[in-house]
T-cell receptor, first 112, second 110 residues
Framework: SQQGEEDPQALSIQEGENATMNCSYK?????LQWYRQNSGRGLVHLIL?????REKHSGRLRVTLDTSKKSSSLLITASRAADTASYFC????????????FGGGTRLMVKP | DAGITQSPRHKVTETGTPVTLRCHQT?????MYWYRQDPGHGLRLIHY???????DKGEVSDGYSVSRSKTEDFLLTLESATSSQTSVYFC?????????FGPGTRLTVL
């Protein structure tokens, strides 16, 4: 499987702290995306970074991509209890069909 | 919200019975996908479709078939359900490079 791998698998922090999640992948990609999943719900797209980009911001989210190390990180600043969810990275491996390969996810718990 | 609905939302069935899950979209997207989600495995692609009557296999297609006779509907069929197919099933559509997901169907095979 060419699945990406997230690290850590679980993360528990206090409200107001920053949360960092990492994703590693195996082969060259077109883009890498991060999704969020609240318990019992479908995944929601957060942010996309293309292979020729190194950093991208969206609100309190910051994503970096290092293609030489085949890794990405998602930083959530000033976390809130509402950020509690699972976060998944997904990679587009240049396949036809807009197919994505998802990692196993990081479970984030933000304590009030 | 990409107007994706899934039915049923919950189903309990017995081993050996056929099961069909339905995904419906309202925005005429070309690409549609079926995934399963299991603890420790993230989402794994079962089948996908790139148009009416155009489908292809994903990573975990064994034991599943799909059909797409209309743009808006993508059906996933378990011909003879097994306990290993107990899972949460998500449908998705592609809009540009991004995928949008339905609410999921929780299937339990006893």
């Amino acid at each position: 499987s060419q699945q990406g791998e997230e690290d850590p698998q679980a993360l528990s922090i206090q409200e107001g702290e920053n949360a960092t999640m990492n994703c590693s992948y195996k082969t060259s990609i077109n883009n890498l995306q991060w999704y969020r999943q609240n318990s019992g719900r479908g995944l929601v797209h957060l942010i996309l970074i293309r292979s020729n980009e190194r950093e991208k911001h969206s609100g309190r989210l910051r994503v970096t991509l290092d293609t030489s190390k085949k890794s990405s990180s998602l930083l959530i600043t000033a976390s809130r209890a509402a950020d509690t969810a699972s976060y998944f990275c997904a990679t587009d491996y240049n396949n036809a069909g807009n197919m994505l390969t998802f990692g196993g996810g990081t479970r984030l718990m933000v304590k009030p | 919200d990409a107007g994706i609905t899934q039915s049923p939302r919950h189903k309990v069935t017995e081993t050996g019975t056929p099961v069909t899950l339905r995904c419906h979209q309202t925005e005429n997207h070309r690409y549609m996908y079926w995934y399963r989600q299991d603890p420790g495995h993230g989402l794994r692609l079962i089948h996908y479709s790139y148009g009416v009557k155009d489908t292809d296999k994903g990573e975990v297609s064994d034991g599943y078939s799909v059909s797409r006779s209309k743009t808006e509907d993508f059906l996933l069929t378990l011909e003879s359900a097994t306990s290993s197919q107990t899972s949460v099933y998500f449908c998705a559509i592609s809009r540009g490079d991004t995928q949008y997901f339905g609410p999921g169907t929780r299937l339990t095979v006893l």
